[in-house]
């Protein structure tokens, strides 16, 4: 069974940094591409970031750009999210999702929510 | 990297059917045949619905379909059910982006 497992969100003052994981099980992680989707409360999903299964190739949302890492490890079956400087307009629940073509994302985690605020 | 365009709601009677319209530019929606659509209900991750357009994943029902013309996708769902009231989002390609719309939230009367 396919399990996408997310970890590390909390609260964070702006400014502050904060390190998301994405546990995988079930299936070969190193050979699937991976999105990290979020979700502000009671607003739409906005996609974050993807990294395609060797690591090779990463990219960001506008809003991320310069302050977000994605990374993964596929020895560890882990996804990575990196999050540096960060605002208030970056709480939201996180989603990490495995994906093929960019776009279709079969799976996704339960989401962790990753709250900034003073 | 602007959001594709959905309607904020749509509503329909169980049995009906609806179509949730999602507009794009030629940048995204309009030059690639990489449209999914996905279906939330509160508190719930997403699921996938339709993707590449109009393909179903194994266990969606085939009341849900997609299709496109131009820059705009389409998802309609038929023979409408009370489980189907959720909120829908679109996402497209677009070259090094990925872009979603700002979700529609379908309400079976």
């Known amino acids: 069974e396919v399990q996408l497992v997310e970890s590390g969100g909390g609260l964070v003052q702006p400014g502050g940094s904060l390190r998301l994981s994405c546990a995988a099980s079930?299936?070969?992680?190193?050979?699937?591409?991976m999105n990290w989707v979020r979700q502000a409360p009671g607003k739409g999903l906005e996609w974050v970031s993807y990294i395609s299964s060797s690591g090779s190739t990463i990219y960001y949302a506008d809003s991320v750009k310069g302050r977000f890492t994605i990374s993964r490890d596929n020895a560890k079956n882990s996804l990575y999210l990196q999050m540096n400087s960060l605002r208030a307009e970056d709480t939201a629940v996180y989603y990490c999702?495995?994906?093929?073509?960019?776009?279709?994302?079969?799976?996704w985690g339960q989401g962790t929510l990753v709250t900034v605020s003073s | 990297q602007s959001a594709l365009t959905q309607p904020a709601s749509v509503s329909g009677s169980p049995g009906q059917s609806i179509t949730i319209s999602c507009t794009g530019t030629s940048s995204d929606v309009g030059s690639y045949n990489l449209v999914s659509w996905y279906q939330q209900h509160p508190g719930k991750a997403p699921k996938l619905m339709i993707y590449?357009?109009?393909k179903r994943p194994s266990g969606v029902s085939n009341r849900f379909s997609g299709s496109k013309s131009g820059n705009t996708a389409s998802l309609t769902i038929s023979g409408l059910q009370a489980e189907d009231e959720a909120d829908y989002y679109c996402?497209?390609?677009?070259?090094?982006?990925?872009?979603f719309g700002g979700g529609t939230k379908l309400t079976v009367l």
């Open positions: 079930g299936f070969t992680f190193s050979s699937y591409e």
């Open positions: 590449e357009v109009s």
């Open positions: 999702a495995r994906v093929e073509e960019a776009v279709t994302m079969y799976y």
């Open positions: 996402c497209s390609y677009a070259g090094s982006d990925v872009v």
